[in-house]
Every structure is written in C-alpha cells, then in structure tokens.
T-cell receptor, first 118, second 113 residues
C-alpha cells in the first residue's frame, strides 16, 4: 500500500521569503503522479502543482516549484516570494496510474500548516 | 463554468440520525470521488464512481455508509445511525474521463452531537 508522509506539522515564513515543505512517499509502483494541494480556511482544496513520475524535469508554476527525487521518494514544495495569501494547509498527495478501471484516488499526507507573517 | 458544489455546507445532527450529503460535479465529468477529512488529518478516500456505478467503494468504513449516483451526475452520500466518530468534513471531487486532475467542492462539515 502507498503511504505519504509530511513530517512538518507547522511552518512559518516571513513575507517575501522562501520556504520549503517536505514530503516523502512509499510505493512499489513506477507509474504515478504526485500533487501538492492548498487548503485555506474556506476548506476548498486547490491544486498547486503536479508532477508525473516519468518526467525527470521538476514541475514549476509561477512562484511554486518542486524538487522531485524519484529514487529517494521525495517530493518537496518550494514557495518563493511568499505572500500573505499563501497562508493555508498544504497537502502532498499520491495517485497511482498503474491500475485498471481508471480509479485515480488520491492518497494524502497529514498536511503542513503554513503561516506567512507580515 | 460552475465548479463542484456540495450541500449543505454544514450539517449538525444527533447521534443515531440519518443524513444525506449531496455533491453536484462539474458538468460532463464522469468520475466522482468522495473523501472524508477528520480534524487535523488529510483526506481519506471513501468511494469512486465512474458514470452511474460505484467502481471502488473500498474506502467506506462500514455498512452504515452508502453512496449513489443514479444518473451519472449528482451523487448523494448517505450515513445511517450516525455516530460521533462520523464528525468530519466530507469532500467531493470530480474529474473528466481520461484526465487526472480532480476538482474539489468546498466540502460539507458534518457534526454529530
């Protein structure tokens, strides 16, 4: 069974600085996707960034980038130029794409609560 | 276009009562997922629909939980004889067949007193 571990329950960063959130996962599969989701107090889960395991290049989305280390099963999220609106819970999630039937259920970590301070 | 909607936003019920939670996915999305998020936890998979059928219900915790999607669009999660441990945020997500990005609704916060 796949597992996702986020070892940082809480983090804080000063506005405009850079912060890195850690995520490790365990799987025996070779074909999968990894995601970072943001959940503000409104509860709406918002996709931040995704990484396909077969791609060697790290994904980037504006101020958000990942460091994907497949051999180490590590998938960290870097937020550059942090903004007050980045304050939220951040979840790392794993999706297997190896199985039949198109079930793309997400396996989630416990989350990291990020506070961006003015 | 409209995103995924869930009703009610909040539901308070007494232990032992029956509740229904509704999810209205993005129009045209054939895949629909239910997740449960307990306080301080990440979401946990409950059930997956492809069209009208429940293709994977392995995450349902017990037989008090049931979900339907009779016309392949709106889904209802039904919980019988609610227990205090059922208190959580219930999230619904939908995706387009052949694509992997899931779009989430705002969730229903269920409180069982």
């Amino acid at each position: 069974a796949q597992t996702v571990t986020q070892s940082q329950p809480e983090m804080s960063v000063q506005e405009a600085e850079t912060v890195t959130l850690s995520c490790t996962y365990d799987t025996s599969e070779n074909n999968y996707y990894l995601f970072w989701y943001k959940q503000p107090p409104s509860r709406q889960m918002i996709l931040v960034i995704r990484q396909e395991a077969y791609k060697q290049q790290n994904a980037t989305e504006n101020r958000f980038s990942v460091n994907f280390q497949k051999a180490a099963k590590s998938f960290s999220l870097k937020i550059s130029d942090s903004q007050l609106g980045d304050t939220a819970m951040y979840f790392c999630a794993f999706m297997s794409v190896a199985g039949a039937g198109n079930n793309r259920k997400l396996i989630w970590g416990l989350g990291t609560s990020l506070a961006v301070n003015p | 276009g409209a995103g995924v909607s869930q009703t009610p936003s909040n539901k308070v019920t007494e232990k032992g009562k029956y509740v229904e939670l509704r999810c209205d996915p993005i129009s045209g999305h054939t895949a629909l997922y239910w997740y449960r998020q307990s306080l301080g936890q990440g979401p946990e998979f409950l059930i997956y629909f492809q069209g009208t059928g429940a293709a994977d219900d392995s995450g349902l915790p017990n037989d008090r939980f049931f979900a339907v999607r009779p016309e392949g669009s709106v889904s209802t999660l039904k919980i019988q004889r609610t227990e205090r441990g059922d208190s959580a945020v219930y999230l619904c997500a939908s995706s387009d067949r052949g694509r992997d990005e899931q779009y989430f609704g705002p969730g229903t916060r269920l409180t069982v007193t």
